[in-house]
């Protein structure tokens, strides 16, 4: 008796250690409203009490998994390289019954998140097999961009709540508001319109976005463009569906939805490819719009890695990005905006620096500095690509973004890019070349107190004083002085001038 119990008991822990192991692939799926399933694999191998294996979430993928504790209630910590950085997510695990419950944060203060995985066939999931990228080659101009690209982009205000409705109002209010009559022409749908392929392997829309075609002719017929956006990866940032490997089908689709600029983000093409391989891998892209009979405006977005501006004019692109992510800030914002000045002989016809999208009129700012943030881009001769809800602008927000004055200093026909001409602690001087001769001028004033700025002709390679001083804010001509000019600038603010000899 004494033994059969001892085997029993035995038995029981084989049992018990064999039901706890989480050994296996699982699944967590995240339905949206829009019916599109975003999922979460974890691929685990238990030993003892030792857990390892990878993770697949959206846009990221972290081959290198570790545990501490036991399958009843364990820490998993997972890496990854992300060009020289190392990513990395910490999830808290147990097993219940025949689930596997993962929770983590988003960041570090957040709240922890549950989600609730079953077990999927093995391979389920899995990164799919690497595309080798193409050899280098010079893809041709394709003649778009001439200026910098103006218009609306949808994810600062919206993210993943825009949807067909909110663009066909936007494209309205663009009309409306003078916007359209200003310069800017895109409508810009960012992430999260995506949807499955179908058994041909063509993208599909989401219920978010039920006729793409139709809503392009309705843009269209407000005398505007329409823009959408993908990735050079399995998936996109926010977890929808890339192009890799779809490149020419996904451009031909969009060609014949009617799309007039595609804006083309990084993020899930790291987990395939290293950093030095991105000038093919968007070659690749730019060599499938060039191929699929439209004239489509090619937005490189990957963050200013890979001395992206030396080789984005190369792969096709008509503008790349410089920076990470802007936030609506004044720290955000200056400090992108006046770093670029070392980028200035990489701006010309066609080919732009990026520095991100305009936050103006999302509220994060003051009008002075939301005025500092337009006069900084339009200098910096960078696309003005509008994120707030222009349905709902204040007098003040729409005068800032409908100013023509400025509007034409960043749509100059000479294309140059400003430079910084002096710095005296947080006061700077920043000057760009105009067609026909003429300069514009920028004081600004990085404090926050108001504060005097001089700026001399001398120091901007004039010989004499302008004949005309035109303040572009105040929509006024100014009188200076045969030698300088001096104006006293609010904190956080800018004198935005142009000087002409006629």
Known sequence: MKLFRSVLVMLLSVVACFAADVTGNWVAENPSSDGYV???YFDLKQEGSQITGHVRTGQFYYPNCTSTGTEEHFTLTCTMQDGNNERHVVYEGKLVGDELHMSTRRRPDAPLTEVIAHRAPEGEGAMPARIPPPALHKVPYNGLAKTPP???NSWNKFAGRIDDATVRSIADAMVSSGMKDAGYAFINIDDTWEGDRDAQGNIQTNKKFPDMKALADYVHGKGLKIGIYSSPGPNTCAGYEGSYGHEEQDAKTYAAWGIDYLKYDWCGARNIYKDDEMQAVYQKMGDALQASGRPIVYSLCQYGRQEVWEWGPDVGGNLWRTTGDIRDSWDSMSKIGFNQDELAPYAAPGHWNDPDMLEIGNGGMTDTEYRTHMS??????????AGNDLRSMSPAIHDILTNK??????????????KRVSKNGDQEIWSRPLAGGATAVALFNRATTDAPITVKWSDLGLKSAPKKVRDLWSHSDVKVSKADYTATVTGHGVVLLRLSQK
């Open 376 to 385: 900084l881009w339009s200098m910096l001769a960078a696309p003005l690509i």
């Open 150 to 152: 103006m218009g609306w």
């Open 38 to 40: 975003r999922k979460t």
């Open 405 to 418: 004055e400025v509007i034409a200093i960043d749509q100059d026909s000479e294309g140059h890019q400003a």
